[in-house]
């Protein structure tokens, strides 16, 4: 098969369409012929020598993909070759098959095609698990999301209103701020423009976020802070802005605030498993329902994945990237 190697780390040009060996199921998986696959931040650090794959897991991008299920290995099943499915991975998207824990497949939703389906996996676990199932986002909670024109920003944003929430959201410029609006945002901040803390608590009578969902890290770790109410859960799943931070605990202590941090590619397969099968409980209905659906940018072909890569590192996107078989 074909897959999209990293020969030597580096710029977008270091990614190689190239000839590798067939990969083969193993116990508990599922081989996927790949017909899509998302294009996710951890990709870029990846082809960039600075986020490796978990131990045991294929050595080339892609966090997620959609396709068809051509192989069961060993001990697999509930599954059977030819359905259509979308999976969350390790590594090893792009290309034209992957193997999957099955613990980790998902049916493609009703109304949505298989293409799209590939914008799903990595947003929603990430959503879901850090929101609802760490930080137990509730209905009448205020809930702020970084970066709210991204793939991850735009599943956050309809899944917190999906439950009842008042959503905010920072993005830079009035026309991704319009496209979140479009999705269900009530309060839209300009992060190039404006101070997020203050428009905050402007907008809720100083009382700031329930929850907020993190991707910058350091660089807002003390107005994270600073916006959250009191009994707020700060949930950090990015690094953008630096990996050391300070931060005042006595505020942290005055707020009986709480501040997590999570991963989702390294975690062990019964972590994996156990989040897909929330997502596939809770996320999928609604998709179904048409109240939450994949946001998708543009679509390349995979021999295209340097120029996937270049419109992520520019941020002029708004919701996924995806790459095609």
Not at 155 to 184: D, H, I, N, P, S
Not at 208 to 213: M, N, Q
Not at 219 to 225: A, C, T
Request: glycine share 12%.
């Amino acid at each position: 098969m074909h897959a999209i190697t990293i020969p030597v780390p580096g710029g977008p040009e270091a990614l190689v369409w190239a000839e590798v060996p067939d990969p083969a199921p193993g116990e508990g998986e599922v081989l996927v012929e790949v017909v899509a696959a998302g294009v996710n931040r951890a990709d870029l650090l990846q082809r960039q020598g600075f986020y490796d794959p978990p131990p045991g897991a294929s050595p080339y991008p892609g966090l997620e993909v959609s396709g068809r299920v051509v192989e069961l290995g060993p001990g697999v099943s509930g599954w059977a070759v030819g359905d259509e499915v979308c999976a969350l991975l390790a590594g090893g998207g792009y290309a034209e098959k992957v193997c999957v824990p099955a613990g980790q497949l998902l049916p493609v939703p009703d109304g949505v095609d298989l293409v799209e389906a590939a914008a799903l996996p990595e947003v929603t676990a990430t959503v879901w698990s850090n929101v609802f199932m760490v930080a137990h986002l509730r209905p009448g909670e205020t809930f702020l999301v970084h970066g709210g024109g991204s793939g991850i920003g735009t599943m956050a944003v309809q899944l917190a209103k999906a439950v009842g929430a008042r959503v905010a959201v920072t993005a830079g410029g009035a026309q991704k701020l319009e496209r979140c609006r479009e999705l269900g945002a009530d309060i839209l901040i300009d992060y190039r423009e404006q101070d997020f803390v203050e428009e905050l608590h402007k907008v809720t009578g100083g009382v700031g976020a329930d929850v907020i969902l993190d991707i910058i890290g350091a660089q807002y770790l003390q107005r994270n802070i600073d916006a959250l109410a009191v009994n707020g859960r700060l949930a950090v799943i990015g690094l953008q802005g630096g990996r050391k931070g300070e931060l005042d605990l006595g505020k942290l202590l005055a707020k009986r605030a709480a501040v997590t941090a999570t991963s989702l590619r390294g975690r062990p397969l019964a972590e994996k498993a156990a989040i897909v099968a929330a997502v596939r409980e809770h996320v999928w209905p609604l998709i179904a329902g048409g109240r939450v659906r994949a946001v998708v940018d543009r679509t390349l072909s995979m021999e295209e994945a340097a120029t996937a890569h270049r419109v992520v590192e520019d941020s002029t996107h708004v919701g996924k990237v995806l790459l095609t078989n």
